[in-house]
């Protein structure tokens, strides 16, 4: 399992792709996993609380559940570039802590400038 942006796949309709964004690209036509998407609320919270908000969200789910639904081969794409803040991080170090696998960022170049 593997973690990137939306930006770096754009075109790409790979079944390993899955969004765990509130809101994917308009036209989104791959897998969805709704139960990591932020809510709505969170979006205009500041870090420290986007981050216990999240918390409460990832500890309502079984790591090993999720893991199994996703896949092993999953890429969780959201919005944020790499390097900055985002949830999809978190994801990755709750299924690190808890599973005991590696889950990295890709960081290949984007496929366009801009989204």
């Known amino acids: 399992m593997q973690t990137s942006n939306f930006a770096t796949f754009r075109g790409s309709c790979s079944p390993n792709l899955v969004s765990i964004a509130l809101w994917p ?11 990591l998407a932020p809510r709505r ?11 216990e ?8 789910l079984d790591p090993q559940d ?15 570039p790499p390097g900055k803040f985002c949830h999809r991080r978190l994801v990755a ?4 802590e808890h599973l005991g696998v590696d889950v ?7 496929l366009l400038d801009n989204f």
Do not use: H, N
């Open 93 to 96: 170090k709750w299924l690190e």
């Open 25 to 35: 690209p308009r036209g989104w036509r791959g897998r969805r996993y709704k139960a």
């Open 66 to 80: 999720v893991f199994e639904d996703l896949g092993g081969d999953a890429i969780l794409l959201c919005w944020e």
């Open 53 to 60: 908000a999240y918390q409460k969200i990832l500890d309502g």
């Open 104 to 110: 990295p960022e890709l960081r290949e170049p984007s």
């Open 41 to 51: 609320k969170m979006m205009t919270m500041d870090e420290a609380s986007y981050r």
